[in-house]
């Protein structure tokens, strides 16, 4: 099984860890990837202190949690590029945001680009 296909069947929890340039470390829950190819997926993120600190180290550690149990996945993250207001965001989205917010209060959405460095199992070091 692939990578792109167990995300697409897993049910879980993420949570995207980042740094910024000092070392302090913030953690976000975050959606399944979404998957460009086999070692490049991204992520749709609003300009808050995770999006703040990839700007400063492009370092980052993504942490799957199946539900139900401890299997899951991480993965280790380089961010190559953003787009920010891309179309292709509602294209990937998972999720259909309602249209109840004002056009002039939209917030910008960026979708970051990871290359995937290294995969490991939730729980222990994958040898």
């Known amino acids: 099984m692939t990578l792109a296909e167990y995300f697409e069947n897993a049910k879980g929890v ?5 740094a910024d340039e000092n070392g302090r470390v913030n953690a976000a829950i975050y959606g399944r990837p979404h998957f460009i190819d086999e ?10 202190l995770t999006h703040a600190n990839l700007k400063t180290n492009p370092s980052a550690v993504y942490l799957f949690k ?5 299997e899951g ?6 961010m190559t590029h953003e787009e920010k207001d891309s179309p292709l ?5 998972r ?3 309602k249209e109840y917010e004002s ?3 939209k917030e910008s959405k960026f979708l970051v680009y990871f290359k995937v460095k290294k995969v490991l199992p939730l729980i ?4």
């Not at 993420?14 to 980042?18: A, K």
């Not at 199946?66 to 401890?70: Q, V």
């Not at 996945?73 to 380089?78: A, F, N, P, T």
């Open 124 to 127: 222990g070091s994958g040898k």
């Open 66 to 70: 199946e539900n139900g149990s401890y």
């Open 95 to 97: 999720k259909k945001r």
């Open 39 to 48: 070692k490049t997926i991204a992520f749709i993120a609003s300009d808050r």
């Open 14 to 18: 993420g949570v995207l860890s980042t």
């Open 73 to 78: 996945k991480r993965l280790y993250l380089v």
């Open 103 to 105: 056009p002039d209060k």
């Open 89 to 93: 965001i509602e294209v990937l989205r």
